[in-house]
């Protein structure tokens, strides 16, 4: 069965600073994995993805993620943080080679202090 | 249009009042989702269509029908609902099996039960 569990469901930093959210992954097969990003009101938007290419993976707005099969890890990073960036994130899993079902983890909210 | 259009955006109805969310998409996409966000709980899947058939039903309670009418629609027909059902109700779409591809969310719905 594949989970994802986010560390930390309320992170803070200051505009400029290293953006870290954490995302912990199990899955029996290779994995899919996204970040989606949810600003106020809105639906999810796709961060970024790793389809089991490169390990480090671009996304937009500056946000990248590493992944790290040995960690089963695949957390979140920008260098510098705007005020922009707040919103809440969620990672996900999905089985390569199976449905498209997504797993969602609990969501992180990103707050950005001035 | 293009995406993943909800409407309504909001939406406050009576417990004995009966209403449908509907989602549209301009993807080309074969599968659709409809997903529950309430506050401070996870993403909480609760339909998937998948060319049109009802691939997954995730135990929700018969106040919620789903209908898929073709590839591009899908609604949610709501009747006799309680407080506890308000909350963000999501559409999203994939291309099917593609599992690495994730969703495309809609906007959502902010469905307030009184």
């Known amino acids: 069965a594949q989970s994802v569990t986010q560390l930390g469901s309320h992170v803070s930093v200051s505009e400029g600073a290293l953006v870290l959210l954490r995302c912990n992954y199990s899955s029996s097969v290779p994995p899919y994995l996204f970040w989606y990003v949810q600003y106020p009101n809105q639906g999810l938007q796709l961060l970024l993805k790793?389809?089991?290419?490169?390990?480090l993976v671009k996304g937009i707005n500056g946000f990248e993620a590493e992944f790290k099969k040995s960690e089963t890890s695949f957390h979140l990073t920008k260098p510098s943080a705007h005020m922009r960036d707040a919103a809440e994130y969620f990672c996900a899993v999905s089985p390569s080679g199976n449905t498209g079902k997504l797993i969602f983890g609990q969501g992180t909210t990103l707050q950005v202090k001035p | 249009e293009t995406g993943v259009t909800q409407t309504p955006r909001h939406l406050v109805m009576g417990m004995t009042n009966k209403k449908s969310l509907k989602c549209e998409q301009h993807l080309g996409h074969n599968a659709m989702y409809w997903y529950k966000q309430s506050a401070k709980k996870p993403l909480e899947l609760m339909f998937v269509y998948s060319l049109e058939e009802r691939v997954e039903n995730n135990s929700v309670p018969s106040r919620f029908s789903p209908e898929c009418p073709n590839s591009s629609h899908l609604f949610l027909h709501l009747h006799t609902l309680q407080p506890e059902d308000s909350a963000l109700y999501l559409c999203a779409s994939s291309q099917g099996s593609a599992a690495g591809e994730g969703y495309t969310f809609g906007s959502g719905t902010r469905l307030t039960v009184v």
């Open positions: 790793y389809t089991s290419a490169a390990t």
